[in-house]
């Protein structure tokens, strides 16, 4: 099997990175655990996240100040925002630390790789334990053998917005329905194009909605 680099996506930044990094590197023999005392010579963090940039500078100034990262010496944090796709290289390449941002998709992926380290300190645990297995059937953890490998640092609603006022302006419908969006009415707006998303490719939540038409349409409807 794989070595296992990598350990789970962050719950909540300011506990979870310091808890996930610390596990990590002690199961590993590279660095201090849980309990063990500051190094010497300073720690960066290595955390893979599909996160825009400007979330990575807002996290990264938070808790290089918090009492978290003064107590293990935590003094950098280095960020890697690759495709999806390529997780798993550069998780063994860099020898990533924590995962954080990404879907289930991404992170069951690297579970079944064997890149995700189970869960056990004792701190990390109890700020999971407050967290739910599942919301409204969505499962916001995942188990192996037992143990906790990946668990979700939000929830999200999925949908779409519109312009009324740019519709009113060319006397189009407002649309209710994922259906609807489909409607060749909206050609009407070429060569402008009058609906506009992210790349599946990149974009956890583009993914998301994908599977959310799928379910609600099935598999040959859906991708008409």
Known sequence: ????????ILAVVVVLIGAAFFFTRG??????TPTAGPSKQG????????????????TKEEFLQSD?????????????????????????KEKIDVAWGGGPTVFNDLADKGLLQPMTDPELLQVISEIPDTISGSAMKRYD?????????????????YNKKQLAERGLPEPATWDDLASPV?????PM?????????TSTSQSRIYQIIL??????????
């Open 145 to 161: 053998d037992g143990q906790v490998t990946w668990v979700a640092a939000a929830i999200s609603s999925f949908g779409f917005t």
């Open 68 to 92: 978290l990262a003064k107590q293990y010496n935590i003094v950098d944090i280095r960020f890697y925002g690759p495709n999806a796709a390529l997780w798993p290289d550069v998780i063994k």
């Open 186 to 190: 909206y050609a009407k707006m070429l």
């Open 215 to 224: 379910q609600a349409y099935g598999w040959e409807e859906g991708w008409v």
């Open 1 to 8: 099997m794989e070595t296992k680099h990598l350990i789970a």
């Open 193 to 201: 194009p009058a609906i506009s998303f992210a790349r599946s490719t």
């Open 43 to 58: 720690i960066t963090l290595k955390v893979i996240t599909r996160h825009a940039s400007t979330i990575w500078l807002l």
């Open 27 to 32: 199961e590993g023999g590279a660095g201090p």
